[in-house]
C-alpha cells in the first residue's frame, strides 16, 4: 500500500465547474500537508500548505484536511481552463526529522471551456 | 514567493557521459535541497536529500556514486549523473527548503535524454 493514494484522474469538467481532488494516506506522521499544481514540463507550484485540520482558503482555492480519517482535499470554484494541469498533494512528517515530501500520485485535471 | 532555479533546462548527451544540473535558491538561503526525479505520467520520486556542507542522504535504491549530490552553500546544490545510460533519461527536479519552514520551492527542471 502507498504511502499516500490519489486518483490519477484524468478529470474533466465544465469551465465554471467546482473540482474536488482528493488524497488519503496511511502514516499518522504526517503533520504538513501541501498542493501542488503542475503544468507539463514544469516544476511543481505550490498552492496550498496546511498544518491543522479544517479548512483554509485561497482565492478560488480551499484545502481541507481532516486528520482523524487521514484524508484532504482540494477544492477549486469557479474553475478555468488555466487550471488544468496536474494536481499533486504532498505531505511531510517534520517532527520525524524527515522533512522530505512524499507525494500522491497527481491527479490530471482538464477544464474545458 | 522564493524563486529557485534549475541549469540546463534541457540537455540531450551520449550515453557514457556524465551531465551536471545546478540548482539554485535564488533569494533566500536553502539549508536543505532535495532532488527528485519524474518519469512521463508519473509523480516525483526522491533520489535523495541535500545539506548545506555535508553529505547527502540517498534515498534506498538510489546509487549515490551514480548520482553525485554536493550542496556546497547555501544557494547552490548540484546533481552529477555519471556515465548516464538511456534509462537515466527523466525529468530530474530540485527543491529547497531554509531553516525552520516547511514549505519546499521547486525548480522549473531539468530534462535529461541519453542517446
Known amino acids: 500500500q502507498k504511502e499516500v493514494e490519489q486518483d490519477p484522474g484524468p478529470l474533466s469538467v465544465p469551465e465554471g465547474a467546482i473540482v474536488s481532488l482528493n488524497c488519503t494516506y496511511s502514516?499518522?506522521?504526517?503533520?504538513?500537508f501541501m498542493w501542488y499544481r503542475q503544468y507539463s514540463r514544469k516544476g511543481p507550484e505550490l498552492l496550498m500548505y496546511?498544518?491543522?485540520?479544517g479548512n483554509k482558503e485561497d482565492g478560488r482555492f480551499t484545502a481541507q484536511v481532516d486528520k482523524s480519517s487521514k484524508y484532504i482535499s482540494l477544492f477549486i470554484r469557479d474553475s478555468q481552463p488555466s487550471d488544468s494541469a496536474t494536481y499533486l498533494c504532498?505531505?511531510?512528517?517534520?517532527?520525524?526529522?524527515?522533512?522530505?515530501?512524499?507525494f500522491g500520485s497527481g491527479t490530471r485535471l482538464q477544464v474545458q471551456p | 514567493g522564493a524563486v529557485v532555479s534549475q541549469h540546463p533546462s534541457w540537455v540531450i548527451c551520449k550515453s557514457g557521459t556524465s551531465v551536471k544540473i545546478e540548482c539554485r535558491s535564488l533569494?533566500?538561503?536553502?539549508?536543505?535541497m532535495f532532488w527528485y526525479r519524474q518519469f512521463p505520467k508519473q509523480s516525483l520520486m526522491l533520489m535523495a536529500t541535500?545539506?548545506?556542507?555535508?553529505?547527502?542522504?540517498?534515498e534506498q535504491g538510489v546509487e549515490k556514486d551514480k548520482f553525485l549530490i554536493n550542496h556546497a552553500s547555501l544557494t547552490l546544490s548540484t546533481l552529477t549523473v555519471t556515465s548516464a545510460h538511456p534509462e537515466d533519461s527523466s525529468f530530474y527536479i530540485c527543491?529547497?527548503?531554509?531553516?525552520?519552514?516547511?514549505?519546499?520551492?521547486f525548480g522549473p527542471g531539468t530534462r535529461l535524454l541519453v542517446l
Open positions: 504532498a505531505m511531510s512528517a517534520y517532527d520525524t526529522g524527515r522533512r522530505a515530501l512524499t
Open positions: 502514516n499518522s506522521a504526517f503533520q504538513y
Open positions: 527543491s529547497a527548503l531554509t531553516s525552520g519552514a516547511e514549505t519546499q520551492y
Open positions: 541535500s545539506n548545506e556542507g555535508s553529505k547527502a542522504t540517498y
Open positions: 533569494d533566500f538561503q536553502a539549508t536543505t
Open positions: 496546511t498544518y491543522s485540520s
